[in-house]
Nanobody, 126 residues
């Protein structure tokens, strides 16, 4: 098991940018695929983006393509892994709690991930 802690959320006006970070600790020697999901008030949690262990494969939800970028830093020497979600051109409908997730399967379903962070709030005002 790994522990995930998100940071970087906050409030921003429409058109602005935020960068979310997810720090991973614990059994970081595993080759984890990483993902970002989000949940808006009154809605189901939905897939945002995912990245493979090497970073060579990335997938995005259609509604964030061209605006969000997922990346990762596998600092193997220090056993410290960080995953980022750069969010540009934010819209009010991007308002949600954003969750970081880790798993051994590169997928877009919540069931593909076995470890989850507590979430970080992103609020976009018009």
């Amino acid at each position: 098991q790994v522990q995930l802690v998100e940071s970087g959320g906050g409030s921003v006006q429409a058109g602005g940018s935020l960068r979310l970070s997810c720090a991973i600790s614990g059994r970081t020697f595993g080759r984890y695929a990483m993902g970002w999901f989000r949940q808006a008030p009154g809605k189901e949690r939905e897939f945002v983006a995912t990245i493979s262990w090497s970073g060579s494969s990335r997938y995005y939800a259609d509604f964030v393509k061209g605006r969000f970028t997922i990346s990762r830093d596998n600092a193997v020497n220090t056993a410290k892994i960080t995953v980022y979600l750069q969010m540009n051109s934010l819209k009010p409908e991007d308002t949600a709690v954003y969750y970081c997730a880790a798993g051994f399967t590169l997928g877009t379903a919540q069931t593909d991930f076995t470890s989850w962070g507590q979430g970080t709030q992103v609020t976009v005002s018009s």
